[in-house]
């Protein structure tokens, strides 16, 4: 029979309204860190990131805050659109190490 | 760019079969990695390589898996044989490496069905 699947954190917002989406990350040796959003039927798409000698870093609607104290990474999306629906992901790496650690995952839906 | 390129986008197949997934990195980029995505297990790392080098396959099923990469622009992930909990979506992703970052570019992906 079918398995059950992820059970995805989901967030609803009303469209033009800001998001933000977290990730608590657990190895307190990550410096590196990285939001992907990943849309229906498409890979991850690169769409901040943020090293750990800062901690806050903005992109065009998107802003990436890091508490290292808690380790706690944060995406705010500005004035969202319906094409912000997606599915976030964060993911954080060590310096010098090639493996990205992904989360689970966060589906954000957009109401009209 | 062209960006990170997979084919096939679909593969259907029956079990039992060999299934050959294709990827062709951006090019400039030392690094060269396959995930496959599930609604059961999310996002895993099957295998990474350095400059064409496998430098970690923990993450592979089993031997019924094996990946290559021949020469700086094109990998193949290979199945067989194939069984039906094999379907899932796998995805190629680059990054440029040598210091520049560490972010990694994923391709559209490969959903694989095997019935």
């Known amino acids: 029979g079918e398995s059950v699947g992820l059970h995805l954190p989901t967030l609803s917002v009303q469209e033009g309204d800001n998001s933000i989406i977290n990730c608590a990350y657990s190895n307190s040796a990550s410096d590196y860190f990285i939001w992907y959003k990943q849309e229906s039927g498409k890979g991850p798409q690169f769409i901040i990131d943020?090293?750990?000698?800062?901690d806050k870093r903005q992109g065009q609607r998107v802003t990436v805050l890091l508490n290292k104290t808690v380790k706690h990474l944060s995406l705010q999306i500005a004035a969202t659109q319906p094409g912000d629906s997606a599915v976030y992901f964060c993911?954080?790496?060590?310096?010098?190490?090639?493996?990205?650690?992904f989360g689970q995952g966060t589906r954000l839906t957009i109401n009209p | 760019d062209a960006g990170v390129i997979q084919s096939p986008r679909h593969e259907v197949t029956e079990m039992g079969q060999e299934v050959t997934l294709r990827c062709k990195p951006i090019?400039?980029?030392?690094?060269l990695f396959w995930y496959r995505q599930t609604m059961m297990r999310g996002l895993e790392l099957l295998i990474y390589f350095n400059n064409n080098v496998p430098i970690d396959d923990s993450g592979m099923p089993e031997d019924r898996f094996s990946a290559k990469m021949p020469n700086a622009s094109f990998s193949t992930l290979k199945i067989q044989p194939s069984e039906p909990r094999d379907s899932a979506v796998y995805f190629c992703a680059s990054s440029p490496g040598q210091g520049r970052t560490d972010t990694q570019y994923f391709g559209p992906g490969t959903r694989l069905t095997v019935l």
């Open positions: 090019s400039g980029h030392d690094y």
């Open positions: 993911a954080e790496n060590t310096q010098g190490a090639q493996k990205l650690v």
């Open positions: 943020i090293r750990s000698n800062m």
